[in-house]
């Protein structure tokens, strides 16, 4: 059983940063694939970033690509997102998720996490 919970979510003016944090119990992390996902009011949950066990792979979505960093540090059992450049549209509440994988596969999918996170709002002003 793997527990998350995020945190750094707030309130920012557009262009500003924020850095999103998901602390992990267990001592198996580092066999987790990580991904944040977000979800407005009315919208399916989507992929935000995603990162396999050790960081060979990454994934991010169009939308981010170039503005959020995913990392993680395995000794602290924790996964970051680091958002910059935030947009209006980047409002909504952000999930940390992982799932045991023992590859650089990098799930991108809801359904293909098994663990969540209770999730952080994030608001961005314009």
């Known amino acids: ?15 500003g940063s924020l850095r999103l944090s998901c602390a992990a119990s267990g001592r198996t992390f580092r066999s987790y694939a990580m991904g944040w996902f977000r979800q407005t009011s009315g919208k399916e949950r989507e992929i935000v970033a995603a990162v396999s ?6 994934y991010y979505a ?8 995913i990392s993680r540090d395995n000794a602290r059992n924790t996964v970051y997102l680091q958002m910059n450049s935030l947009k209006p ?8 998720a ?24 994030v608001t961005v002003s314009s």
């Open 1 to 15: 059983q793997v527990q998350l919970v995020e945190s750094g979510g707030g309130l920012v003016q557009a262009g």
């Open 53 to 58: 066990w050790s960081e060979g792979s990454t």
């Open 62 to 69: 169009d939308s981010i690509k170039g503005r959020f960093t």
């Open 89 to 96: 549209e980047d409002t909504a509440v952000y999930y940390c």
């Open 98 to 121: 992982a799932v045991y994988s023992g590859s650089y596969y990098v799930p991108k999918e809801p359904h293909e996490y098994a663990y969540w996170g209770q999730g952080t709002q």
